[in-house]
């Protein structure tokens, strides 16, 4: 089983700012079959980037997904007030699934 | 456009069980591999298994083995997560979700709450 572990667990930070979250896995993630959602409270999670790197249809460009192997960086570039979520990384490579315990980005 | 509609919210008693509903509409339904996904109160997302609408194959997380069955109705495109013997700690908001190898489509999600 891939086991992924996010970090930090909170990121604290304003409007404008660049943030840099991270997702290692246990093992190596292979084809970077790599996936990062979005949740905001009682919403469902959203697909944002896929294949490590891919940003999903109609994400904004300033969210982009980098890394292979064993780390993953989602970075927002510049955020804005509806960037402040939570934020879960996937990998899709191998059974089980399995999800990242999640980032909370909130506002400083 | 791809919907995945879930059936409402459940209250249930210790030791019963619980079958959520999930309709599928906007796109070939026997193709996409379906999973099911949880999320207990404040916590993470975490993965309980999938079934195959064109053929019924499943696979299930090894904590929910025993407990849980999925099953489709390709008629009316629809999938079905049944969770048996249930505990406390299985209140949580459970989710459908297409996979076209990430998860593409979510549903809104299902509160199931079980308390006596």
């Known amino acids: 089983e891939i086991v992924l572990t996010q970090s930090p667990g909170t990121l604290s930070l304003s409007p404008g700012e660049r943030a840099t979250l991270s997702c290692r896995a246990s093992?190596?993630?292979?084809?970077?079959?790599l996936a990062w959602y979005q949740q905001t409270p009682g919403q469902a999670p959203r697909l944002l980037v896929y294949g490590a790197s891919t940003r999903a249809t109609g994400i904004p460009d300033r969210f982009s997904g980098s890394g292979s192997g064993t780390d993953f960086t989602l970075t927002i570039s510049r955020l804005e007030p509806e960037d402040f979520a939570v934020y879960y990384c996937q990998q899709y490579a191998n059974l089980p699934r399995s999800f990242g315990q999640g980032t909370r980005l909130e506002i400083k | 456009q791809v919907q995945l509609v879930q059936s409402g919210a459940e209250v249930k008693e210790p030791g019963a069980s619980v079958r959520v509903s999930c309709k599928a509409s906007g796109y070939t339904f026997t193709p996409y591999y379906m999973h099911w996904v949880r999320q207990a109160p404040g916590q993470g997302l975490e993965w309980m298994g999938y079934?195959?609408?064109?053929?019924?194959?499943?696979n299930y997380a090894q904590k929910f083995q025993g407990r849980v069955t999925l099953t489709r109705d390709t008629s009316s495109s629809t999938t079905y997560m049944e969770l048996s013997r249930l505990r406390s700690d299985d209140t949580a908001v459970y989710y459908c979700v297409r996979e076209n190898y990430y998860y593409d489509y979510w549903g809104q999600g299902t509160l199931v709450t079980v308390s006596s």
């Open positions: 079934v195959y609408p064109k053929n019924g194959g499943t």
């Open positions: 093992q190596s993630v292979s084809s970077s079959q």
